[in-house]
Nanobody
């Protein structure tokens, strides 16, 4: 089992920045790819960004490319999502998720076995 706890969400204005954090506990953190997904009211959960177990590979949704940066610190069992130039359409609950390193679909929610409880991000215009 891997337990994931997100933090860092909040209410900001368009153009502002936020950094989300997700701390993992349980099994060896470096054995997992880590991803961020989000779900807005009335919409399906969507992929945001992911980072491979080693940190060598990162993947982003087109909607956040160039604005968001995912990173991980395996020594701290933490994955981060730096969000810059936030837009009202970024408003959602953001979830951290972990996928075993042998899987290859970093942008596919079904490849992730463990999920956090989510943190709310609200961007006002």
């Amino acid at each position: 089992q891997v337990q994931l706890v997100e933090s860092g969400g909040g209410l900001v204005q368009a153009g502002d920045s936020l950094r989300l954090s997700c701390v993992a506990s349980g099994r060896t953190f470096s054995n997992y790819h880590l991803g961020w997904f989000r779900q807005a009211p009335g919409k399906e959960r969507e992929f945001v960004a992911a980072i491979s177990w080693s940190g060598a590979l990162t993947v982003y949704a087109d909607s956040v490319k160039g604005r968001f940066t995912i990173s991980r610190d395996n020594a701290k069992n933490t994955v981060y999502l730096q969000m810059n130039s936030l837009k009202p359409e970024d408003t959602a609950v953001y979830y951290c998720a972990a996928s075993p390193r042998y899987r290859v679909g970093l942008s596919i929610a079904g490849e992730y076995d463990y999920w956090g409880q989510g943190t709310q991000v609200t961007v006002s215009s």
